[in-house]
């Protein structure tokens, strides 16, 4: 029961019981039968009352006070047990396009996919359990944004000063197969305001039970994650890196756009030849990959970020936030 109907159903109360006494003593008054002793007791029956009334009230209000000081105190408990779940690197990989089928739709696409890979480690005080991180990518597009999304990464538990992924070789990262075209276009777009942000969030709890969320943003460059080069050369080898970037997502946008064209005679049958379940799909879905293939003899490309000034912050937060920020996670499904 909530405090302020608790008040008003004491009011009442009180209100109702204050009738009945006035209405006791008028009816005492115009009837003198009642004796002494009777109006005595009724009197003090209805004193009696009302200062139940009051002393519940009172209480009830001491009551709230500690009641309060008491969440104060729980909350200021979970808030000095701090995890920090710090992401120290975040990369963008661009894949080459690659020719992909799809049988639901029995449809032929080259896709060029995009990977954010991301390097964790635990910056806080104390363990981190039921760390879930999630990654959208924004592209600018005129006045209107698109936004990719992907699955999300959980981390079942950070000890203080454990990093993530703990294995070199360990595969955690955020895969974005849709819009890939409207992201090379932004990275070409040569404007560094438009080039596309990914917005990184972190939920997680720290032992105690406490509810902390993090939010990250970096912004993506159209250069080379940085190898150990000299001072004196890293401004040229940068410059020089983002032309050859630039060179490269062009020839890629070119294979992606024009691919229904140039392999229209392909696709028409591939489509027909698994219609048919004819053994010669595969042949063709291969030759056909291959000559794709060979139109980007490049490796794939693994783009540097920059985390925005005043981007990040981290808040603690109630359990029924933290409940509505993580009912719409989805987790990715491992296949082999």
């Given at each position: 029961?909530?405090?302020?109907?608790?008040?008003?159903?004491?009011?009442?109360?009180?209100?109702?019981?204050?009738?009945?006494?006035?209405?006791?003593?008028?009816?005492?008054?115009?009837?003198?039968?009642?004796?002494?002793?009777?109006?005595?007791?009724?009197?003090?029956?209805?004193?009696?009352?009302?200062?139940?009334?009051?002393?519940?009230?009172?209480?009830?209000?001491?009551?709230?006070?500690?009641?309060?000081?008491?969440?104060?105190?729980?909350?200021?408990?979970?808030?000095?047990?701090?995890?920090?779940?710090?992401?120290?690197?975040?990369?963008?990989?661009?894949?080459?396009?690659?020719?992909?089928?799809?049988?639901?739709?029995?449809?032929?696409?080259?896709?060029?996919?995009?990977?954010?890979k991301v390097e964790l480690i635990n910056a806080g005080t104390s363990p981190a359990v039921c760390v879930d991180v999630s990654a959208n990518i924004r592209i600018?597009?005129?006045?209107?944004?698109?936004?990719?999304?992907?699955?999300?990464?959980?981390?079942?538990?950070?000890?203080?000063?454990?990093?993530?992924?703990?294995?070199?070789?360990?595969?955690?990262?955020?895969?974005?197969?849709?819009?890939?075209?409207?992201?090379?276009?932004?990275?070409?777009?040569?404007?560094?305001?438009?080039?596309?942000?990914?917005?990184?969030?972190?939920?997680?709890?720290?032992?105690?039970?406490?509810?902390?969320?993090?939010?990250?943003?970096?912004?993506?460059?159209?250069?080379?994650?940085?190898?150990?080069?000299?001072?004196?050369?890293?401004?040229?080898?940068?410059?020089?890196?983002k032309i050859e970037v630039n060179g490269i997502l062009t020839n890629w946008l070119s294979v992606v756009s024009t691919f229904k064209i140039k392999y229209r005679?392909?696709?028409?049958?591939?489509?027909?030849?698994?219609?048919?379940?004819?053994?010669?799909?595969?042949?063709?879905?291969?030759?056909?990959?291959?000559?794709?293939?060979?139109?980007?003899?490049?490796?794939?490309?693994?783009?540097?970020?920059?985390?925005?000034?005043?981007?990040?912050?981290?808040?603690?937060?109630?359990?029924?936030?933290?409940?509505?920020l993580t009912k719409d996670i989805k987790y990715g499904l491992r296949m082999g």
């Amino acid at each position: 029961m909530s405090k302020n109907i608790r008040k008003w159903i004491l009011i009442g109360l009180f209100a109702l019981i204050l009738i009945l006494g006035i209405f006791s003593v008028i009816y005492s008054a115009i009837n003198p039968d009642n004796d002494l002793m009777t109006y005595i007791s009724g009197s003090a029956t209805f004193v009696i009352a009302l200062l139940t009334i009051l002393y519940v009230y009172v209480t009830s209000g001491q009551l709230d006070v500690m009641s309060a000081q008491l969440n104060e105190m729980r909350v200021e408990r979970q808030v000095q047990s701090q995890p920090l779940p710090w992401i120290k690197k975040v990369v963008l990989e661009i894949e080459k396009p690659r020719l992909f089928y799809t049988p639901p739709d029995n449809s032929h696409v080259v896709l060029s996919r995009c990977y954010v890979k991301v390097e964790l480690i635990n910056a806080g005080t104390s363990p981190a359990v039921c760390v879930d991180v999630s990654a959208n990518i924004r592209i600018r597009k005129g006045e209107e944004d698109v936004n990719l999304s992907s699955t999300s990464l959980n981390i079942p538990a950070l000890e203080r000063g454990q990093g993530w992924p703990h294995r070199k070789n360990q595969k955690d990262w955020f895969l974005f197969t849709e819009e890939g075209d409207k992201l090379i276009n932004s990275l070409l777009s040569g404007k560094v305001l438009e080039y596309p942000l990914i917005t990184l969030k972190a939920t997680y709890k720290n032992i105690l039970g406490g509810c902390f969320v993090a939010c990250y943003e970096y912004r993506i460059f159209p250069v080379l994650v940085e190898k150990d080069v000299s001072v004196e050369s890293a401004e040229n080898e940068s410059v020089e890196e983002k032309i050859e970037v630039n060179g490269i997502l062009t020839n890629w946008l070119s294979v992606v756009s024009t691919f229904k064209i140039k392999y229209r005679a392909e696709l028409q049958e591939l489509v027909q030849l698994k219609e048919k379940k004819s053994d010669k799909w595969d042949e063709l879905f291969d030759k056909t990959k291959k000559r794709v293939a060979e139109s980007v003899p490049e490796e794939d490309l693994v783009l540097d970020t920059e985390l925005l000034p005043g981007s990040f912050y981290v808040n603690n937060i109630d359990e029924d936030e933290y409940r509505k920020l993580t009912k719409d996670i989805k987790y990715g499904l491992r296949m082999g």
